[in-house]
């Protein structure tokens, strides 16, 4: 790891980086989680591209966790838990001729069942697919396990380690997940087929370029190198720090304020908007404006465009990275409203007409028309 970090290198770095990678790297830089949304076709695609960028571009440790309609809490605490480094590294130092040389000794199932439990850690990313399909008693635990940093098992309380990013992976044809759990969720982010998957066609190339073997498909793994040997495309713990700190040097004027509350006040007031604009997404976003270092791991809207500004190298933020951000804190909030709760048919509007211009309506809709409505400062 080097030390010392080149600020023009590594944004220009960054800024290399696909929107996949960006997203889970904004989430990191926030200490929050995120939505990954693409059509059902494209969900294994998706699913592997991301555990690449877990591995090969953010250097951390991943697990994988499918959900269905038959998932149980047990399940969902294991499918989070990996196997410690403590344990990992005591098993190899130990080696296969001294583990058999050892006495053997009569051993309690339960006490080594426990012991076993215990040697299992919280992964620093953990891919969460189908979980809308899964019963509410497991979003629930979703979100506990987003608020809290912990997860209960029958043996252990296990604790999240300090990197530690939840990205749930969905279909766009999947139900919406818990309306709370979406509340506590960073941001979204919609990936198209066209945008491709880097990582898995630059694994691709390599084995048909250099006709590899399989452990070439992890050769970006920084599982391969030692600390003094990083590839230069790994972003290192030391400059996510870096990222993250420098976030707190961005300035945001009055006007640019302004703006952002204007656009939150837009997006409640819209008729088709029934929820999703909430009191805590204001309350983070006046925290954050207002510089309180302690709610950091609460972080806002507005830190979404403080990261965007930090990783394109500006120290201010201006009216199009607020635009940036917007779509990417709300598309997954806002709730459209049903035509019968619509608020005009209390002063005299007609049902039928509202339900036709409701209809159709989405979030991304929504957030276009308030960006356009609104006006932007100067």
């Not at 250097?59 to 309609?69: D, E, P, T």
């Not at 990261?307 to 201006?318: F, K, L, M």
Request: charge should be negative.
């Amino acid at each position: 790891m080097p030390d010392t970090i080149d600020p023009s290198g590594l944004v220009e770095r960054v800024q290399e980086l696909t929107d996949l990678e960006l997203a889970m790297l904004l989430s990191l830089l926030a200490s929050q989680h995120c939505i990954i949304t693409a059509e059902q076709d494209d969900l294994d695609s998706l699913e592997q591209e991301l555990q690449l960028v877990a591995s090969n571009v953010l250097a951390l440790s991943h697990k994988v966790l499918r959900c269905n309609k038959l998932t149980t809490l047990e399940d969902f605490s294991d499918g989070i838990l990996v196997e410690s480094k403590r344990s990992t590294e005591s098993e190899q130092s130990d080696g296969p001729a001294k583990r058999r040389s050892a006495s053997p000794k009569p051993q309690n199932h339960k006490n080594n069942f426990e012991s076993q439990q215990n040697d299992r850690t919280i992964a620093n990313v953990i891919l969460i697919t189908g979980l809308s399909l899964a019963s509410d008693d497991i979003q629930i635990q979703a979100l506990e396990l987003l608020r809290t940093k912990r997860i209960f098992t029958h043996t252990a309380i296990h604790t999240a380690p300090k990197t530690f990013l939840l990205v749930f992976v969905t279909s766009s044809s999947e139900p919406r997940l818990n309306h709370h759990l979406r509340d506590h969720i960073f941001i979204s982010h919609y990936h198209s087929k066209e945008d491709g998957f880097a990582n898995i066609e630059e694994a691709s190339e390599w084995i048909e370029d250099d006709r590899a073997s399989v452990s070439s498909v992890i050769h970006r793994s920084t599982a391969q190198h030692t600390s003094n040997s990083v590839p230069p495309h790994v972003l290192t713990q030391q400059e996510i720090r870096h990222l993250a700190e420098e976030i707190d040097k961005i300035s945001i004027t009055a006007e640019i304020k302004a703006y952002q509350h204007n656009i939150i006040t837009f997006l409640r007031l819209h008729r088709a908007v029934g929820s999703g604009v909430s009191p805590r997404a204001t309350q983070h976003l006046s925290t954050l404006v207002k510089y309180v270092v302690t709610m950091r791991a609460y972080s806002s809207y507005a830190d979404v465009s403080r990261c965007i500004a930090v990783i394109h190298g500006h120290t201010y933020i201006s009216p199009s990275f607020v635009a940036l951000a917007i779509p990417k804190v709300y598309t997954h909030r806002i709730i459209i409203t049903k035509p019968e709760a619509e608020r005009s048919l209390q002063y005299g509007s007609q049902l039928s007409a509202v339900s036709a211009i409701i209809e159709g309506y989405t979030p991304g809709q929504v957030i276009d028309e308030v960006l356009q409505s609104v006006e932007v400062p100067v």
